[in-house]
């Protein structure tokens, strides 16, 4: 072994994601569980994404990390933070876990059959994140549906924003294969500073996939008993559905896709009244003031 987990850190941090991240939202009590779970999930990233690390080499550092996670040896870190956090709350470690058999599909695989091949992947790199939030808030486990809807959203956003980047550096192609095959574009085609006609249209099939996520998930701020974290979903649900327009307009290419500081305060700011006009109507709109009971 050559390096340690901690070196390979890109600088990226939890207030540089598209996306809030345990932000102040959120009640300061389950704030720290979960951003020891991102520190966790940050390093993993950054392991499978590194442009030189040898691929056998990032495997056995994923494994490392799954080790420590699971008391297995000497622990780095971040997975001795995270193990303590979740023994503290009385957490499972299977959310990790599936993060990781994710980072470990970054490693060894590089392309997409089709979008139900896709959703798989997104079944292990994104639903676990919003499933693991829930459970330290104490949600039900009937919010999955609409938060794996969503989460599964939040990623293919990101596939779409960094399609060419992830092919010129990684060689990794998360559209699918068949969607590039239905609309006469290569894969190569990703490469280019501007995306030809049949790729774009290639990349507005697939946001128009992805809006059809987010009316899946559409209900689910309205499902979360915590009004904090219902209100972050909200702001986040916003956010996505505002960058699903953008890509179903634009070329990830040549055109800015992700939103500014300005853009997003904003957004955060009508996702916050539209999540409060949701709990309204689920608290008022049938008479009853009960909240739903938690599994």
Not at 92 to 97: G, M, N
Not at 214 to 231: K, T
Request: net charge neutral; proline share 5%.
């Amino acid at each position: 072994m050559t390096s340690e987990a901690a070196d390979l850190r890109s600088g990226k941090g939890h207030h540089d994601e598209n996306f809030p991240v345990a932000s102040w939202l959120i009640h300061p009590r389950h704030r720290a569980p979960i951003l020891a779970f991102y520190e966790f999930v940050r390093i993993a990233d950054d392991i499978a994404d590194h442009p030189l690390l040898p691929a056998d080499e990032k495997l056995a550092l994923l494994d490392r990390l799954e080790a420590g996670l699971l008391g297995q040896g000497e622990a780095e870190p971040v997975a001795a933070r995270l193990r303590a956090a979740l023994a503290e709350r009385g957490l499972a470690p299977r959310h990790a876990q599936d993060l990781l058999t994710a980072f470990r599909m970054d490693v060894t695989k590089l392309r997409y059959r089709d979008w139900d091949d896709l959703i798989h992947y997104c079944s292990y790199s994104a639903m676990p994140v919003g499933r693991f939030v829930l459970d330290v808030h104490g949600e039900s486990r009937s919010t999955w549906p609409a938060n794996d809807a969503l989460c599964a959203a939040l990623q293919v956003i990101n596939h779409l924003q960094d399609c060419g980047k992830d092919f010129t550096a990684l060689n990794r192609v998360y559209m699918p294969l068949d969607c590039f095959a239905r609309h006469g574009a290569s894969v190569e085609s990703l490469g280019e500073p501007k995306a030809p006609p049949a790729l774009l249209s290639c990349v507005h099939d697939l946001a128009q996939r992805t809006d059809a996520l987010l009316r899946q998930a559409e209900p689910f701020s309205a499902l979360i008993n915590d009004r904090r974290l219902a209100l972050e979903v909200a702001v986040i649900y916003r956010v996505a559905a505002t960058l699903t327009g953008m890509l179903m307009r634009r070329d990830p290419l040549s055109e800015r896709v992700h939103l500014g500081k300005a853009g997003f305060a904003g957004l955060g700011l009508i996702g916050m009244i539209e999540g409060i006009g949701r709990r309204a109507t689920r608290w008022f709109g049938n008479g009853s003031l009960k909240p739903r009971t938690r599994a």
